[in-house]
């Protein structure tokens, strides 16, 4: 029996989990957490029974308490308490943006196995997670699809005989388009992905291709691989998830339908697998993998975060930070599509990379970066 803490319970990966959870005799959730969804989070604490529940907005923890007549803790250290009051062994941290760190810390620096689909911790923090795992001995289980391939893809191949990654990108619903073509695209238009259904913030992100290039530093983390042997490829289908190409030239590669619940499956399982109710690729009817390179030059984000990574330090926690802020205004209508990229180049400008020795040094990064895109913002409404 494992003990699973679900943090960002109410969001598109949190359900997911709760739903492969549920089908697992294995996995006992005992702690939820999220950040104001009150019927989400009520739901969900009916469904598993978890004693353990925080919402770290205080009104909707104050509203989600009275619904259910029990305590739910709150306040910006709610999660990191839940984490270590629940007795969980595994943590899912399926919380959206920066705001994931701290409980990817703690849960590492308790010796817990983080199952970690908040990309942006390892992208803002990333040697901190690195090195709090190696002091508490927890494994880190990657929920993002690519990198659970890659991870899978590696098996126990010694580093030296790999010589690169491949992290595929379904090219988001711009794929094709030139940039005066995405002048104009509104919110709505941003938010159909063509394969996945995700929340908002990373939808935006796949339409940018930044998220692409949070994956790249976060497969740069996870694999201590040097970004020159991070290879990024567009593949429209979503079928092929990464693959490892090894010195002899072979490629290995990990193929399934787009479903989340396979990689978020084996994150909660490992090292067993267990059945997943995804549909199955079928050879008895014909269908086509198509690749072609990314638009760097159209989707500038992806260049963006490849130049943060290489430059390290605190680079990285400014563009996500940036990324985080300029895509909240670009989703209530504060600003344009293209003005994501302008926004967060801005901020790489403005903010100054520093070595990155601790989590203080990553929210000071974070805020400074926030801050100069409100600025420009404001500049530009002025
Ligand atoms: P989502 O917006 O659907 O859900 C986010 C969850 O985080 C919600 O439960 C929300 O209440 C909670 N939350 C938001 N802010 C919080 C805060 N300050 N404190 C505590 N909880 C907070 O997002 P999602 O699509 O499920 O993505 C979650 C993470 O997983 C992101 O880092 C994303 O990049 C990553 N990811 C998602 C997918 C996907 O298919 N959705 C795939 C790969 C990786
Ligand atoms: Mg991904």
Redesign the pocket.
């Known amino acids: 029996m494992k003990r699973l803490a679900i ?8 359900m997911q989990a709760l739903e492969v959870a549920a089908a697992q005799a294995e996995l006992e959730v005992v702690a939820l ?5 009150v019927a ?1 989070l009520v739901a969900a604490a009916r469904a598993t029974g978890a004693e353990y529940l925080a919402l ?1 907005d205080p009104a909707a923890a104050a509203q989600a308490a009275a619904e259910l007549g029990r305590p739910v803790q709150s306040g910006p250290g709610a ?1 990191a308490a839940l984490v270590t009051e629940s007795g969980a062994d595994l943590v899912l941290n ?4 920066a ?2 760190l701290e409980a990817s810390l703690t849960t590492l620096n308790a010796g817990l196995d983080l199952a970690l ?4 911790s390892l992208v803002a923090g990333g040697e901190l997670v690195l090195a709090a795992a190696r002091r508490g001995g927890g494994l880190i289980l990657p ?3 690519e990198h659970s391939a890659l991870q899978q893809c590696l098996g126990d191949v010694p580093r030296e005989q790999v010589a690169s990654l491949v992290i595929t990108a379904s090219g988001g619903p711009f794929r094709g388009r030139t940039r005066a073509e995405l002048a104009n695209i509104t919110v709505e238009q941003a938010l159909a992905h063509p394969t ?1 259904t ?5 939808t935006i ?1 796949s339409a940018t291709l930044m ?1 692409k290039g949070l994956e790249v530093i976060e497969a740069h983390m996870l694999f201590d691989l040097p970004y020159s042997a991070i290879e990024v490829v567009v593949h429209p289908q979503s079928i092929v998830h990464g693959m490892a190409r090894l010195r002899d030239g072979a490629l290995i590669a990990h193929l399934g339908h787009p479903d ?1 619940r396979v990689p978020i499956s084996y994150a909660l399982t490992y090292p067993r697998r267990e059945a997943v109710p995804a549909r199955p690729l079928e050879w008895t009817e014909a269908f086509s993998l198509d690749f072609e390179p990314p638009d760097l030059e159209t989707f500038g984000c992806l260049r963006l975060a490849i130049e943060a990574g290489e430059a390290g330090g605190t680079a990285p926690a400014v563009l996500n930070a940036a990324n985080e802020s300029a895509v909240a205004a670009f989703l209530t209508g504060g600003t344009g599509f293209l003005e994501i990229e302008a926004l967060v180049a801005h901020a790489l400008d403005a903010v100054a990379p520093v070595a990155l020795d601790s989590f203080e040094t990553v929210v000071d990064a974070d805020l400074a970066a926030r801050a100069a895109v409100a600025s420009r913002l404001s500049e530009a409404r002025a």
């Open positions: 943090l960002g319970a109410t969001g598109s990966i949190g957490a999220a950040g104001s969804n989400g770290t999660l399926a919380v959206v943006g705001a994931g689909a908040n990309k942006e929920v993002d699809s996945w995700m929340g908002a913030k990373i992100d998220n989340m």
